[in-house]
């Protein structure tokens, strides 16, 4: 089942230096939402604070409130672990799991969270390789080193291995920045059939990526040079790239900044 994404307030820091402030947002279930702004602004930064993967680096805290269907995603008790099975993550690279095969690398979520019988395991690889639309060019291939796919090919492995949890959310952090255009192309109409399953939400830097795949769109810019990047205004997709309400955010989108 999607879940809703409410954004209240919030503020994050590596250590002293603060990297993101004072972000309010609302993500709807079974949409997608872009990520958009010049590099350094906060982007990646702030998807990362959604399923808390940005504590991975040491001094990361928040101040404010993330809620998945009305629970605190940072409250004293929740296992930050338990947020990733729950809000998925793809990266800006492919990283398939270099010794394991492609089968193993979806499974390997799945055996992490205890399942050990194998027809369990088979369904789920088979549903999520369907599902990242991956099944009818590996099928015959399982057992080989997922390594040995090429990049976009990877790249859907990898989106496979993080869907084969059942996680309610998916993260996409600049997911074809990797990719050739073919690639590209077949990773947008992915997202396109993945949102009516999951919410989803990617950063890009391509206009054009963000204009054909998302519902709403959020612009992030940076006051000045060391200062914390800000949303400066988030909206349907189509009125942010037709009318948007801010200067800033027509400049950026007719490139004449960033």
Same mark, same amino acid.
């Given at each position: ?25 609302? %993500?709807?279930? +079974?949409?997608?939402? &872009?990520? /958009? #702004?010049? $590099? =350094?602004?906060?982007?990646?930064? *702030? ?90 060019? %590996?099928?015959? +291939?399982?057992?080989? &080193?997922? /390594? #040995?796919? $090429? =990049?976009?090919?990877?790249?859907? *492995? ?101």
């Amino acid at each position: 089942m999607a879940r809703r994404i409410d954004v209240k307030n919030l503020d994050v820091y590596y250590g002293a230096f603060h990297a993101v402030e004072d972000v309010t947002m609302t %993500v709807e279930p +079974r949409t997608v939402t &872009a990520f /958009i #702004g010049p $590099s =350094g602004c906060g982007k990646s930064t *702030l998807i990362r604070t959604l399923n808390r993967m940005h504590e991975v680096i040491p001094g990361a805290h928040v101040t404010g409130s993330v809620q998945l269907d009305g629970t605190e995603l940072y409250g004293q008790s929740v296992d930050p672990v338990a947020v990733r099975r729950v809000v998925g993550m793809v990266f800006q690279r492919p990283n398939p799991f270099p010794s394991m095969s492609i089968f193993d690398n979806v499974a390997s979520g799945l055996r992490l969270n205890g399942v050990k019988n194998k027809k369990i395991l088979d369904d789920a690889v088979e549903r999520s390789l369907v599902a990242a639309n991956l099944w009818n060019e %590996v099928k015959d +291939r399982l057992g080989k &080193a997922g /390594i #040995g796919l $090429s =990049g976009g090919q990877q790249q859907r *492995l990898c989106i496979a291995r993080a869907i084969a949890v059942e996680p309610q959310v998916l993260l996409m952090d600049e997911p074809c920045s990797a990719l050739d255009p073919i690639s590209t192309l077949a990773i947008e109409d992915l997202i396109g059939q993945l949102k009516e399953r999951y919410t989803v939400v990617i950063v890009t830097h391509n206009m054009q990526q963000a204009a054909r795949v998302s519902d709403q769109t959020a612009f992030f810019n940076l006051a000045a040079q060391g200062k914390p990047g800000k949303l400066i205004e988030i909206g349907p997709t189509d009125k942010i790239f037709s009318n948007p309400d801010e200067q800033a955010t027509e400049d950026y989108i007719t490139g004449r900044f960033g």
